[in-house]
């Protein structure tokens, strides 16, 4: 059996502690990497066996050579496809493009070397060499890296878990191409169906676990990123945007199984993953290179601006310790990424006797239970600062959805009641700002117009996202930080 099924209660909680899912962007890039290095290695290799090692007059020219055909060896690779999770698992199967890439771009230095007249100064029988040696190495470093792969998988440290959504005779022939597949790295841990007969507790050796609700619930717990929606489409007339708009508030990729009735009609629109056809309704945002990449930006500025800024947030801290009596900061809980509750950090702007944990009364202009430093802070967005200690944790970031308290409401109605895609705003972590607050959408929501327009902005920043567009909210805040505008 190649597919992992998930049965156990007891494996799962330890599964879930100790497995990483399979990030096919972060795997790619590692890949590239490992062909870097061993071709640009390679070609040292026979450079120091074959040419001499103290010709060292000439290896500068050789180094540049190499590099050359390293970046357009990589850049092919990843033209033809070679860097995609399909190509990585079955590395025999694309052995033929990898000889036909070296040869053509052997073929492209060559020439331009034999046009620019330096073709003499490097020797041939290198060349031939080291095209060998390192089609010889990156094929065997695809085969050790799907080794390596497959052993992490089976011992449950890096896996894919996936969710099916439909437990109908349709699904058979999902879970039968699962079972035939030797890709240890899915795991299918669950099937859900709102239509599904009690009496029918697995299917094919998977557990049906409930409802659609019990799989979002499954999903936010397992921190599950692949979804298949496998039902008759003949059964999907009239419901298939609703399973679709209950499933988008999951930062997770959601996909579409067609059944054979409409194969022909689709197969040219047809996205083939783990061997299956499959059409991508939502895809997961922030995934891969680019979590990386937004992790790394905000933990390195973050904690630079902690640094910078510690002396003005001592500064806060006294002020508040003379201004009124109680602690220095308030810990709010507020919904975070996944729609999973996180501690938010403020440095405290109220009466100690009247804070609001769950914000079920929002603060409003000349609000008595505003302390007089405190609405200075307030008035300037400082007392948001002690947020870095929530980037660097991990738990926030600095550019994303502003998380709101428990209870917030917008015209007397919870902000998630007025507001259909509100949960939408979860699929990434919240921020310390956002597109929201720069663009004029912060403070009270004392109407219904207002949180609906800061969650269209909200929606508009997570599929809009680049590390740009965060460094560009970031310059408009320091404009907005000390306006007093929608902030008391």
């Given at each position: ?49 074959y040419v001499d090692a103290r010709e060292t007059d000439v290896l500068p020219g050789y180094v540049v050579a ?423």
């Open positions: 059996m190649s597919v992992f099924i998930d049965k156990s209660p007891s494996f799962a909680a330890c599964s879930e502690q100790r497995s990483r899912n399979l990030s096919e962007g972060i795997l790619a890039g590692l890949v590239a990497f490992l062909d870097a290095i061993l071709i640009f290695g390679s070609g040292l290799l026979v450079f120091f066996i190499l590099t050359m055909l390293t970046y357009l060896v990589a850049q092919a690779f990843y033209v033809a496809g070679l860097y995609d999770f399909s190509a990585i698992r079955s590395p025999a199967q694309q052995l033929g493009k990898i000889i036909a890439i070296f040869l053509v771009v052997i073929f492209v230095l060559v020439t331009a070397a034999f046009f620019l007249k330096i073709s003499e100064d490097f020797s041939r029988v290198w060349l031939l060499a080291t095209s060998v040696s390192a089609i010889v190495m990156v094929f065997i470093g695809r085969g050790a890296t799907v080794r390596v792969l497959r052993m992490l998988a089976k011992r449950g440290y890096l896996t894919r878990n996936i969710l099916i959504y439909g437990a109908t005779t349709e699904i058979q022939r999902v879970l039968e191409h699962f079972r035939r597949a030797d890709e240890p790295w899915n795991v299918v841990s669950g099937i859900f169906d709102d239509r599904r007969s009690e009496a029918v507790t697995e299917l094919n050796g998977v557990v049906v676990r409930g409802d659609l609700q019990d799989l979002i619930s499954h999903a936010r717990m397992k921190r599950v990123e692949e979804i298949i929606v496998a039902l008759p489409w003949a059964s999907l007339h009239g419901r298939i945007q609703e399973i679709f708009q209950e499933l988008s508030v999951l930062p997770a990729n959601v996909r579409l199984c067609p059944d054979h009735t409409v194969m022909g009609i689709l197969s040219r629109s047809i996205d083939y993953r783990y061997g299956l056809p499959l059409i991508g309704v939502l895809d997961k945002p922030m995934s891969g290179w680019h979590a990386v990449v937004k992790r790394a930006f905000d933990f390195c500025v973050s904690g630079a601006m902690l640094l910078l800024l510690s002396p003005l947030m001592g500064a806060i801290m006294i002020g508040i310790k003379l201004d009124s009596h109680g602690p220095v900061f308030f810990r709010q809980r507020r919904y975070g990424f996944n729609n999973e509750l996180i501690e938010v950090w403020k440095y405290r702007t109220m009466k100690a006797d009247q804070q609001d944990a769950d914000a079920e009364r929002l603060a409003t202009p000349d609000d008595p239970r505003v302390t007089r430093f405190g609405s200075l802070l307030r008035k300037t967005s400082l007392d948001e600062l002690p947020q870095l200690y929530n980037v660097v944790a991990g738990s926030m970031s600095l550019v994303g959805p502003r998380p709101h308290a428990l209870k917030a409401k917008a015209g007397g109605e919870l902000y998630e009641h007025v507001v259909g895609e509100y949960a939408k705003r979860h699929r990434v972590k919240p921020g310390i700002t956002g597109w929201a607050q720069v663009n004029g959408w912060r403070g009270e929501t004392d109407t219904e117009e207002k949180i609906i327009k800061r969650v269209e902005h909200d929606l508009y920043y997570i599929d809009n996202w680049s590390i740009w567009l965060d460094i560009r909210i970031l310059l408009r805040t320091l404009g907005v930080f000390y306006s007093q505008e929608n902030a008391y």
